[in-house]
Nanobody, 127 residues
Framework: VQLQASGGGLVQAGGSLRISCSASGLTGSSTGWGWFRQAPGKEREFVAAMRKGGPGTYYSNSVKGRFTISRDNANNRVYLQMNTLRPEDTAVYYC?????????????????????WGQGTLVTVSS
């Protein structure tokens, strides 16, 4: 299994960016997906997730209403659309996929739920 995150870059505050994650070795529709981020000097934190089998989605309070997670099952890709970006959104963003089993809703917020991780893509929001 390999996950590859891409699409990060530099954007001004208030702008938008869409990052994506491609997966090989997994079937997108039967996998739960998550996005986490880690800012310099901080711990990795949950951003958004999509339930295995869909369509349930979960968001951290800090991004709710601004970010949207979605997936393209046909192409085994997951996206994170980020709108109204803020400087505090600056971080390396990681995509993650669940393994076997069907996690309960609350588990999607926990990094330990995810068996597979991508390498991360850097998003920098300038003020």
């Amino acid at each position: 299994v390999q996950l590859q995150a891409s699409g990060g870059g530099l954007v001004q505050a208030g702008g938008s960016l869409r990052i994506s994650c491609s997966a090989s070795g997994l079937t997108g529709s039967s996998t739960g997906w998550g996005w986490f981020r880690q800012a310099p000097g901080k711990e990795r934190e949950f951003v958004a997730a999509m339930r295995k089998g869909g369509p349930g989605t979960y968001y951290s309070n800090s991004v709710k209403g601004r970010f949207t997670i979605s997936r393209d099952n046909a192409n085994n890709r997951v996206y994170l659309q980020m709108n109204t970006l803020r400087p505090e959104d600056t971080a390396v963003y990681y995509c993650a996929a669940t393994g076997m089993g069907n996690p309960i809703s609350s588990a999607y917020y926990q990094s330990s739920t995810y068996a597979y991780w991508g390498q991360g893509t850097l998003v920098t929001v300038s003020s």
